[in-house]
């Protein structure tokens, strides 16, 4: 198989070394264990970034690690979807009193719907397979969604908002792909109170989270339902101390804000979703102003 990796790209303003052939080697042995594209821009770029590290103990590491790398694509969404929220619909379906119902949001800090966020691509999905989604569980619930929680206000009385969230079988759901460090969970739960939503009529959904922001979320009796659930990738796993000090002097080398080291908040993650979240270590998604080759840029 020819391979353009093994070519520098003229476009790079940074002089980076060319893939090696063992370098392509290597690359494309844990691409076909991934079952990810060889033929793609992000096995060339994964090549170079390869490449470019300074010795064959930061090689090791990023290829180990990566071997953990969950790359999510956006076909894989709206199932990943389902499985949380049917995992919510087992939880709450015992205690329903009538049929449950739900409104779907997408998770948003504050009110400002023009704030886009990477919960507002599921959102979307998930609101164009909604009459799918309500067939299915039709037996079991009603399903809406609305864009914010400026639409349920606008839609009811302050007496009837409360009336509404006494009911025990309603519930609002904001919905992400992902669930970094639980900030923004928090943030979002904080502003539906503000609304007079009481915390325990809202329950979050995520495709994946770090387990450190569940735990947070956990810590204020947040109510969160994730498809995957990620541990930190190199403190919560063996030769933590070796492959710290090795992946310390990688973010050396490329210059990586404080904020950022290790993922932001140290979240140590290893995931791509339709936007790699910061939260991902940064070796994978930085390009330090172009200037560097990597595979999953944000």
């Known amino acids: 198989?020819?391979?353009?990796?093994?070519?520098?790209?003229?476009?790079?303003?940074?002089?980076?070394?060319?893939?090696?052939?063992?370098?392509?080697?290597?690359?494309q042995?844990?691409?076909?264990?991934?079952?990810?594209?060889?033929?793609?821009?992000?096995?060339?770029?994964?090549?170079?970034?390869?490449?470019?590290?300074?010795?064959?103990?930061?090689?090791?590491l990023i290829l180990q690690l990566s071997k953990r790398f969950c790359w999510i694509t956006a076909n894989d969404y709206y199932q990943m979807f389902v499985t949380a929220f049917d995992q919510m619909v087992k939880a709450k379906i015992?205690?329903?009193v009538r049929k449950l119902t739900f409104t779907i949001l997408p998770l948003l800090p504050s009110d400002n719907v023009n704030d886009v966020k990477s919960g507002h691509f599921?959102?979307?999905?998930?609101?164009?397979?909604?009459?799918?989604?309500?067939?299915?569980?039709?037996?079991?619930?009603?399903?809406?969604?609305?864009?914010?929680?400026?639409?349920?206000?606008?839609?009811n009385t302050t007496m009837q908002l409360k009336k509404m969230y006494s009911d025990p079988d309603i519930f609002i759901c904001p919905i992400d792909d992902y669930i970094g460090s639980g900030n923004t969970v928090l943030d979002c739960l904080h502003n539906l109170e503000s609304w007079g939503i009481p915390k325990e009529k809202i329950t979050f959904l995520a495709l994946v989270s770090q387990e450190q922001?569940?735990?947070?979320?956990?810590?204020?009796?947040?109510?969160?339902?994730?498809?995957?659930?990620m541990k930190r990738?190199?403190?919560?796993?063996?030769?933590?101390?070796?492959?710290?000090?090795?992946?310390?002097?990688?973010?050396?080398?490329?210059?990586?804000?404080?904020?950022?080291?290790?993922?932001?908040?140290k979240s140590e993650a290893l995931v791509k979703l339709e936007h790699t979240p910061n939260n991902t270590f940064p070796v994978y998604w930085f390009t330090n102003k172009?200037?560097?080759?990597?595979?999953?840029p944000r």
């Open 122 to 155: 599921l959102y979307y999905l998930v609101k164009a397979h909604l009459p799918k989604l309500q067939k299915q569980y039709k037996e079991k619930c009603v399903i809406s969604c609305l864009e914010g929680v400026t639409a349920i206000i606008e839609n």
């Open 29 to 60: 042995r844990l691409f076909e264990e991934k079952g990810w594209p060889l033929e793609s821009g992000e096995f060339d770029d994964f090549c170079t970034m390869i490449a470019n590290l300074a010795n064959e103990a930061q090689k090791e």
């Open 1 to 27: 198989m020819q391979n353009r990796s093994i070519k520098k790209k003229a476009s790079n303003t940074l002089k980076e070394k060319s893939a090696t052939v063992e370098d392509v080697a290597r690359v």
């Open 94 to 96: 015992g205690a329903t």
């Open 233 to 265: 990738q190199i403190t919560d796993y063996p030769n933590s101390e070796k492959n710290t000090q090795v992946m310390t002097e990688i973010e050396e080398s490329i210059n990586i804000k404080d904020e950022f080291r290790f993922g932001y908040e």
């Open 290 to 296: 172009n200037r560097r080759t990597v595979p999953f």
């Open 213 to 229: 922001g569940l735990k947070k979320c956990a810590d204020e009796a947040v109510s969160v339902f994730s498809t995957m659930q």
